[in-house]
């Protein structure tokens, strides 16, 4: 739920202890629509992005009058550098919103034109279907976005570091006037509630850079993670399919669900596949853990021929055709193993014997 950061008046007392400065020392009120929030929310989960949700907002600076002295004329002078402090915080709080508005928007998009390209590749599409690399040229300009706002909250996040030390020093700046000789009462009783205000003001600004910052974070993470689904995309689209083209090597037994070896695989495989499969795994059901065994059967084939290639052949039973989706899934396993996807070929076959859906890798 997105939050607007003020400070009570007990958060006044308590700045008036010291310098130290924590997020955990704000305590938020929330405003505005619980539907409104919770869309917003929704929208950036959606996007498949964690983001801070705060609204940064200032408290408001009392009034002060002139005393006449050197001291109630440094006050006046506080106060104003104080206003334009806070003016910062405004001005750079509707830059972070607008920043991360334009986060999600593009994430949503890029998340939407990305589903696009996976639907049509889970299904199969011509080898390297130009309409396919226009998509991919879309969520590339998404990603293109993606860094401009990362650099728009590297800028910001610059302009708030500067912003907080001119604060910090504001806030000791006012309590080394105490010792001002020739002030009176009032002067120290305006003192007293214009180091509160500073001191809350500076206590926000530490807040706001430090969930810039953590925002700066989880874009860079984003866009990396962005940039190695695209070339994931790209690769599979050169071939029309997250699975078809591939290779065979050595030898590797047949996982079952309870991880027991199978000393006999049917290898009635298609034509073009020779030999004895590098690896091949049983689905008697959903939970066979097969990575660990098929990334080392991957290395070890890799290891043996530079330019291997991977043959993944689904075998399906007369009453299920669910081997393909078991194929399609080694198929990206072995692409993030370190695999190009032109590397690859993947087809099915069925096998009349068959009792459960399962998975052949061939190599040459």
């Known amino acids: 739920m997105k939050k607007i950061a003020r400070l009570s008046s007990l958060m006044m007392a308590v700045a008036l202890g010291g310098c130290t400065y924590s997020q955990d020392a704000i305590f938020p009120s929330l405003f505005g629509s619980d539907v409104q929030e919770q869309a917003a929310q929704d929208n950036a989960s959606d996007a498949g992005i964690v983001l801070g949700t705060t609204n940064f907002e200032p408290v408001n600076i009392s009034e002060v009058s002139n005393t006449g002295t050197f001291v109630g004329q440094k006050v006046l002078t506080f106060r104003g550098e104080l206003n334009q402090l806070q003016n910062s915080i405004r001005t750079n709080n509707d830059e972070l919103q607008k920043v991360r508005s334009s986060i999600i928007n593009n994430a ?137 083209n591939n290779t065979p090597i050595s030898v590797s037994p047949m996982l079952t669900s309870n991880s027991e070896t199978v000393t006999q695989v049917n290898a009635n495989v298609p034509a073009f596949v020779g030999g004895k499969p590098l690896f091949a795994v049983r689905f008697a059901n959903k939970n066979v853990d097969y990575k660990a065994g098929l990334k080392k059967a991957v290395a070890n084939a890799l290891a043996k021929k530079k330019n291997v290639i991977f043959d993944v052949v689904a075998v399906n039973s007369l009453q299920s055709t669910s081997a393909n989706e078991y194929a399609s899934k080694i198929f990206q396993d072995v692409i993030n193993f370190g695999v190009s996807a032109d590397k690859i070929n993947i087809s099915s076959k069925i096998d009349t014997e068959s009792d459960y859906p399962s998975v052949m890798i061939f190599v040459r």
């Open 108 to 244: 949503l998009e890029y998340h939407k034109t990305v589903a696009e390209i996976e639907t049509k590749l889970q299904v199969g599409t011509t080898p390297g279907n130009p309409h396919m690399f226009e998509k991919l040229a879309k969520a590339e300009n998404n990603i293109q976005v993606m860094n401009t706002n990362a650099a728009a909250l590297n800028q910001l996040s610059g302009k708030i570091s500067a912003d907080t030390a001119n604060t910090d020093y504001l806030v000791e700046a006012i309590r080394s006037a105490y010792s001002i000789s020739g002030a009176v009462d009032e002067d120290h009783r305006q003192l007293r509630i214009l180091e509160n205000e500073a001191g809350q003001t500076s206590i926000l600004m530490h807040s706001l850079l430090n969930e810039v910052n953590s925002d700066i974070s989880r874009q860079q993470q984003y866009v990396k993670t962005a940039n190695n689904n695209i070339a994931n995309l790209s690769s599979a689209i050169r071939v029309g399919s997250f699975g078809v």
